[in-house]
């Protein structure tokens, strides 16, 4: 074999053409290595190749490809998989961290569905399984496919993958016609040891906790890889079914047992939450020796028609809560406190701490929240962590409670250096020198450059591509903050002239470092793609202080189309007069919502911005809720007095899911009134307006509940 030349003395076409061929034969080599445990390299060989191809990459940056090994963990990053839309929302689960929560959820359940809170009711416990969920798709009985949770509306078709994992059933004998079986997928400890082994044995980066191998494998565009990790699966939820699976959670996993899913033996049923609570200390009792990552236990209410009673809320059941492991903790040192400048300008301190595991994670940075936590004071003004201050040169307890960003706990004051000062909290914004300044009632100091300051520009526009926002493939944190550190973009609306400006001419896309012809291409057809987009993600991308996922959903179900919302709040402006009390008769907006809503869009030089990025988009009116048939689909209705077969909240939610409107005062614009027994000014109100006045029951026949 003959020698290949030396880096220094390659033309630039010799080392286009090699880092193509590197390419390939790294990508083989890898496949092959996962494929069959039968590498068609030896360990040295590929190291000296990854080796070359990172010399020749570091000569010639510009050449460096898009799909450069470099870059890649043990095998090809998914980047290619089709869109899934879930045909039921793959939901989160709301938190409890302590009885008292737990305590909370049940109670709130009886008031929701108007029981007297001495009721029994019924509930599943379980073990959160730590991995990624998976939606698997059966019709006639074969697995037809598999979708991961994504933002919960859409997911990534993961089929070929998922038919590697053995513990998930190709076909299922006795199963309605059509079943969605959700589940979590995860790696045990062993598995996961042994994995980390391999890819140190091969030089490539370990995973850094079984959560994020069974992730990394199961993404992977090449299922041969996915077949060679050791995942398996529990199956604890469903989605789409043709025929109800049984009455309750607990037989409907049964019956899931029964069809040859693995469900998890840990699950009890439990008639209270100090059975609940029981059966939590259980697990937690058990939690070392299972041999698989858990962080909590998931209570479910076992009914299926209660269940189905309680609904949802935007993105959480009200019928299911985590009950959280508490955290993790360790002990280090503070090196630093950084002030990090966010979208709405607030100053966030951050303590750069020496690296730390926590729960088996390293640990380097954890947030300080605010200056008043700095100094000992909590929200309330009172003293906490007994009024003590936190210094550089501390030592420091960091705790991490499931996904969340590190925090700090306490300090060891016997450690404090003999030389420590009070850390002071800037007044002026570290990014753009403007001051920085503290609002009554705020707990955050805020730069007031607004636009001006580039930190705050920089944080909207990442908010703007994020994954619930325009989720913009390819176009994340990292490239934003290169684009706009070279004049490409300054705000949303000049994402959308990326390709006019940069797609051709002197200055493009494809000759930057780590952009190809292909990589910008895609990158132009993922922003074009996302020109039609909901109008509640244009809503929740303006990143508006105080207006949140949650908020912008409401507001689009509201007004519906973009222009109807703009013409509101701008009639608004004055904070009074008839669109004012429209808005802030939608229930879940407030007063501080509505005023940063119209201050935001009145302000001359940020409304041009949402004007210049409005003007780009074809926005998507809300969509109405599935109200075929309803018949009060569009209908104002209000309800006053008591209710006696459903709770306000739960006749409210009824209402909505069938595209009714439902406001807290009567006027004009009302269609109907539900009055109960004790019903007063409303009612009368409705009489005079000469109103359609119904009973409960009248309301309940009319909605075919009765
Ligand atoms: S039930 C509506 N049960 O936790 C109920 N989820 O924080 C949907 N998870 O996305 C989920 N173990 O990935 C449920 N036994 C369990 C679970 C579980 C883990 C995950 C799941 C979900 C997340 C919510």
Sequence with gaps: ????????????????????????????????????????????????????????????????????????VGAAPADGFSKVTHSQRMLSLGNAFDEADVQDFVEGIHRYLGMPSDTALAFTAEPKIDGLSLSLRYEDGVLVQAATRGDGS?????????????????????????????GEVYMDHADFEALNARQG???????????????????QLDASITRSRPLRFFAYAWGDVSEPLAATQYQALIRLGALGFRTNPLTALCSSPEEMVAHYKIIEAQRATLGYDIDGVVYKVDELTLQSRLGMRSTTPRWAIAHKFPAELAWTRLEAIDIQVGRTGALSPVARLMPVTVGGVVVSNATLHNEDYIAGRGGDGLPIRGGTDIRVGDWVQVYRAGDVIPKIADVDLTKRPVQSDVFAFPHVCPECGSAALREEGDAVRRCTGGLICPAQAVEKLKHFVSRSVFDIEGLGAKQVEQFYADG?????????????????????????????EKSAA????????????????????????????????????????WDAMIAAIDAAVAYSGPEWEDLLAIDGIGQVMARSLISALSQPAE??????????????????????????AGKTVVFTGSLEQMTRAEAKATAESLGAKV???????????????GAGSKEKKARDLGLEILTEDQWLSLIGRL
């Excluded at 060989?45 to 191809?53: C, F, Q």
Aim: aromatic share 6%; hydrophobic share 35%; with cysteine.
């Design 522 to 561: 895609n990158l132009f057809a993922a922003i074009r793609d996302k020109r039609r987009i909901p109008l509640k993600r244009v809503i929740f991308g303006l990143g508006i202080r105080h207006v949140g996922e949650q908020a912008s959903d409401l507001l689009a179900k509201h007004y519906g189309t």
């Design 154 to 182: 859409q997911g990534e078709n993961v089929t070929q993958n998922a038919r590697t994992i053995a513990e998930i059933p190709q076909k299922l004998v006795g199963a309605p016609d059509l079943l969605e079986v959700r």
């Design 201 to 219: 044995a091969r030089g490539a980066k370990p995973f850094a906790n079984p959560r994020n191998a069974a992730a990394g494998s199961l993404r």
């Design 488 to 516: 490409w973009i300054r705000e949303p609306a000049d994402i959308f002239a990326l390709e006019s400006m940069y797609g051709s001419g002197l200055q493009q896309l494809k000759n930057r470092e780590g952009w190809g």
């Design 663 to 677: 406001s807290g005062s009567v006027s004009g614009k009302t269609d109907m009134v539900i009055a109960g027994p």
């Design 607 to 632: 409304r041009a911005t949402v004007d210049r990025l409005v003007a780009c988009l074809d926005v998507e009116p809300a969509e109405a809720p599935v109200t075929e048939g309803s018949p009060v």
């Design 1 to 72: 074999m003959t020698r290949p030349p030396s880096v220094e003395t390659l033309g630039e076409d010799d080392a286009r053409r090699e880092l193509a061929q590197l390419a390939q034969v790294l990508r083989e080599a890898s496949a092959a290595y996962f494929k069959s445990d039968a590498p068609n390299l030896d360990d040295a060989e590929y190291d000296s190749l990854k080796r070359r191809n990172a010399a020749i990459e570091s000569r010639f940056p510009h050449l460096k490809r898009s799909d450069s090994p470099t870059d890649k």
